[in-house]
């Protein structure tokens, strides 16, 4: 992984430069009591897990190289979901292969925090997008939506993805948007009055194989639900 970060938009549409801001990425000191502690567990269980190789792969992050990170403001318009009082976790599985065109797709359980006892169940997503890469992968991914699962995590959505490989591991963070809503005519079209909502975020952790090191996509999707508590 390179001592030094870097990433720049260019020729977006909307973005507010205006608000540009330059932030320190931490490193960890690598010397405490919980590193030691920590990288003891790590390698121990990764010498019998059959995911050995990612688990080793990812001491690398424990203490990583300080670098800088230049964000270019923001997306005028865009709103924020509040994830207060609902909100969903959704923990599984997910693969995706490509060449600049990108299909994907992901499955496990999810937790939806409702009175009085939240409800458990199961998902799976297909999303059909593209990204700026050529490989494929496979790994496991944790997202954090902001309302019910019937509205945030079924149904259609928008995903903005960046990925960062080190070494056989590629670790990536995801926005998600809300989809608009589109006519079922051809050419479809794009209902009016629509502004996107962000309605979660997720991380991921995966292995597979890529031409580049850093890539970056847009993947609209759909979700099914179906839950196994009342």
Do not use: H
Not at 17 to 25: A, I, N, P, S, Y
Not at 68 to 89: A, C, E
Not at 177 to 185: E, K, Y
């Amino acid at each position: 992984m390179p001592g030094q970060i870097r990433v720049n938009f260019k020729n977006f549409w909307g973005l507010d430069t205006t608000k540009m801001v330059k932030t320190k990425l931490p490193g960890a000191s690598g010397g405490g009591f919980t590193d030691a502690l920590l990288r003891t567990g790590i390698s121990t269980v990764a010498g019998a897990a059959k995911r050995g190789q990612m688990l080793k792969d990812s001491l690398g992050m424990i203490s990583p190289p300080s670098g800088s990170l230049s964000l270019l403001g923001s997306i005028p318009g865009v709103k924020f979901r509040s994830p207060s009082p609902d909100f969903t976790i959704a923990v599984g599985y997910t693969a995706s292969a490509g060449a600049v065109v990108n299909v994907g797709g992901g499955a496990g359980v999810y937790f939806w925090n409702k009175k009085p006892s939240g409800e458990v169940g199961l998902y799976g997503s297909l999303s059909v997008g593209m990204v700026t890469n050529v490989g494929a992968s496979i790994g496991d991914q944790i997202c954090l939506l902001f309302g019910p699962a019937g509205s945030v995590l079924a149904g259609d959505s928008i995903t903005l993805a960046v990925e960062i490989e080190i070494g056989v591991v590629s670790v990536g963070g995801q926005l998600i948007l809300s989809a608009p809503p589109v006519s079922a005519g051809w050419p479809p079209t794009i209902g009016s009055g629509w502004t996107p909502e962000v309605i979660g975020i997720g991380v991921t952790m995966s292995m597979g194989i890529s031409a580049l090191p850093v890539s970056y996509s847009v993947m609209p999707g759909r979700t099914w639900t179906k839950p196994l508590t009342p």
